[in-house]
């Protein structure tokens, strides 16, 4: 019996942390997509001080450009935040396959052996558990509201537009298609 309140315990430990992981995820998160958004606002200021040195073409271009990075960018984050959930929950599942599997293995084992030493190691070791895990469950509160902190109220998930690729027709080879076609 304490080897499965052990076990429930040692699973209560491993949901915590594998909470705080996903709170570190969600903070890499938000924290990039504020980053992307800095650097979006001191591309497009810098791009506006400079518009009118520039030829129509090439400030077009660089705001093709600054959208596709923008896009890209934002795909990463995305891509590798949800590829760490992903592998986080895997790992958290397994893991509490693991212990309650372990527990079961060890109830059997002491009925067949009539020996009792598991549980009391369980008995002995709860304790020290229990209080892992009331120091787990602070630990991920306070990664949750630290994750809140970093994410804001203002934070959203965007997709980016799609656009098109900004291709330049040359004029002069417009120009010499249409005389060399004339002429013909």
Do not use: F
Not at 89 to 107: E, I, R
Not at 123 to 138: D, E, F, I
Request: glycine residues 8%; proline residues 1%; hydrophobic residues 45%.
């Amino acid at each position: 019996m304490s080897a499965k309140k052990l076990s429930t315990v040692t699973c209560h430990v491993i949901n915590a942390y594998g909470n705080t992981v996903k709170n570190v995820i969600h903070a890499y998160s938000a924290g990039g997509e504020r980053v992307v958004n800095l650097l979006d606002r001191r591309w497009n200021s810098a791009l506006k001080q400079s518009r009118s040195k520039l030829a129509a073409g090439v400030a077009q271009n660089a705001g093709v450009v600054q959208q596709l990075l923008h896009k890209y960018t934002l795909k990463g984050l995305t891509l590798t935040a949800g590829g760490a959930q992903g592998v986080v929950n895997q790992v958290v599942k397994l893991a509490d396959a693991g212990v309650h599997s372990m527990s079961v293995q060890a109830s059997r084992l002491e009925d067949k052996t009539g020996a009792h030493v598991l549980s009391n190691l369980a008995q002995a070791t709860l304790p020290g558990v229990v209080a892992l895990s009331a120091l787990a469950s602070k630990i991920e509160q306070k990664s949750a509201h630290l994750a809140g902190k970093i994410a804001g109220d203002n934070v959203v998930v965007t997709v980016a537009k799609r656009t098109r690729a900004a291709v330049r027709k040359p004029r002069a080879a417009t120009a010499k298609a249409k005389t060399a076609a004339t002429a013909v």
